[in-house]
């Protein structure tokens, strides 16, 4: 599998490993930036950014929103996937192609081909915010990989394994940075620290996160 460049940037650091099917591709996003954040300034003009209730009643510090055909939301009933915004009664705004080339081209870098999210969840991080430990499980088949592409200021990602009680890695991600986890590696439990304000050039005091995901 070749997953370099052919000209590599000496600014990226060099790809990562985490697990036999799980990898950090480096920098996998950074020519793809200026199409992502016009891509997600048109979602969240449809679709706001908006904390969400969990099912225990906690106000969750990520404000998320979705593109695709379905999109992840918490409530108190608990998490599930909607084809409709809770908040606006609409669609979730399609996934935008350039999104979608982008998690099929990392998916492939990763060893998935033939990957088709239908799910975009979008996080944004504000300093201090933060994602506890977690499995994605709320998808009906986990044979697809995740995809999941950071932009903005660098965060910890808590990367454990298929027991919450699992020894857990930790890897900073940064701007245009793309982890991909599937196959064995699917189910393993993952985070994010709270966020440190080290504000990013383009972006500010906060990060984005776009998380692909087959969810049908
Ligand atoms: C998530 O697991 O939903 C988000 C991970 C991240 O923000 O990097
Ligand atoms: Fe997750």
Wanted: glycine share 10%; hydrophobic share 45%.
């Amino acid at each position: 599998m070749f997953t370099g460049e052919l000209f590599p940037n000496p600014w990226v650091l060099p790809n990562e490993q985490l697990g036999p099917h799980a990898w950090v591709l480096r920098g996998c996003a950074l020519p793809h930036v200026a199409e992502i954040l016009v891509a997600v300034a048109a979602i969240e003009s449809a679709s706001p950014f908006r904390h969400m209730l969990t099912p225990g009643g906690h106000t969750m510090s990520v404000a998320l929103t979705n593109c695709g055909a379905l999109g992840w939301t918490s409530d108190r009933q608990g998490y599930r996937y909607s084809a409709t915004d809770p908040l606006t009664g609409q669609a979730w705004p399609a996934m935008p192609a350039a999104l979608l080339r982008l998690a099929r081209e990392a998916a492939a870098q990763a060893g998935f081909g033939q990957f088709t999210p239908d799910a975009c969840l979008i996080n944004r991080y504000a300093p201090g915010a933060r994602m506890s430990l977690h499995q994605d499980r709320n998808e009906q088949d986990f044979s697809a990989p995740i995809v999941s592409v950071s932009l903005g200021m660098p965060a910890t990602f808590l990367f454990g394994g298929r027991q919450r009680s699992d020894p857990v890695s930790k890897v900073t991600l940064v701007h245009g940075d793309v982890a991909v986890w599937g196959a064995g590696d699917r189910l393993r439990f993952h985070g994010v620290a709270p966020l440190k304000d080290k504000p990013h050039p383009l972006l500010g005091s906060q990060r984005i996160n776009l998380t692909f995901r087959k969810a049908a």
